[in-house]
């Protein structure tokens, strides 16, 4: 992790938790921050469309320190897009983060390059922090192409992306074989991936963007890939749904953090 940035803990919750259950968690998050502050880590969550305001107003109304984000979002400002969700709606729910390209994105539904570039120019644009989703499938992997694949999703979206909104700019490596695997990268995949991307920002000059893996990150892990991994955080799935793991990953950061923070003093 570098020495001048702020971890960042990204909880997407994908199509999972129902309004009532979402407010749930949103409590349990709560009461758990203010029992334990995460004091160096900031925290994200992203629940489904249809849960965004009873999660924001839990956040609001009870001083929750999370931000919430979204999953998608339409780069168009209206139209004939059924299905489809501004950003400007999403702005009147509260809402400062989106996630743009996130891989079940690309394979599922069609967001190819162009799409995901237009999208974070869409999102920045607006002033919302966008949260860039990159990552190899496993056939890429096995034929050690991950670094050319990747470096390719990055230059795309950020080419030509003007410097005044490098800063909203937070890069998600997700190498798809791990995501909801149980398997995950080992700290020298992360390390190497980082170390990477890290190299490609610099030459985009895009150098306060922050980098985060997510893959089957937990509790046990989340510690070396913070410190060995060379991370600023992660983009947490399956182990966001519950309070516990969430919180459990969140203070693992934390706790990294503090330590590298005192031995820099």
């Not at 050690?144 to 470096?151: G, K």
């Not at 600023?232 to 969140?250: P, Q, R, T």
Request: proline share 3%.
């Amino acid at each position: 992790m570098s020495n001048s940035r702020k971890p960042l803990v990204i909880g997407n919750w994908k199509m999972n938790l129902d309004f009532v259950e979402s407010v749930h968690l949103g409590q349990q998050l709560g009461v758990r921050l203010k029992n334990r502050p995460a004091e160096h880590t900031e925290i994200v969550v992203a629940p489904p469309f249809v849960d965004l305001r009873s999660v924001a107003s839990i956040v609001d109304s009870e001083r929750i320190p999370v931000a919430v984000g979204a999953q998608h979002v339409n780069p168009h400002e209206n139209g004939a897009h059924t299905g489809e969700v501004s950003i400007s709606m999403l702005q009147r729910l509260g809402v400062t983060w989106v996630l743009v390209g996130h891989s079940e994105r690309r394979a599922l539904y069609a967001m190819d390059d162009d799409v995901v570039a237009a999208t974070l120019r869409a999102v920045v644009r607006s002033g919302l922090r966008a949260v860039l989703c990159v990552g190899e499938a496993l056939d890429v992997r096995e034929d050690e192409e991950q670094d050319r694949f990747v470096e390719a999703q990055l230059v795309h979206a950020l080419r030509g992306l003007d410097p005044k909104y490098h800063e909203l700019v937070t890069v998600a490596y997700e190498p798809i074989w791990a995501i909801g695997t149980g398997r995950t990268a080992s700290t020298e995949q992360v390390a190497s991936m980082s170390g990477h991307l890290r190299r490609v920002l610099g030459r985009l000059l895009v150098v306060e963007s922050r980098v985060l893996y997510g893959g089957s990150v937990n509790a046990e892990n989340a510690a070396s890939l913070v410190a060995e991994g060379g991370v600023d955080g992660f983009l947490v799935g399956g182990a966001s749904l519950k309070a516990d793991s969430f919180l459990a990953i969140i203070q693992a950061c934390d706790d990294c953090y503090a330590l590298m923070a005192n031995r820099r003093s």
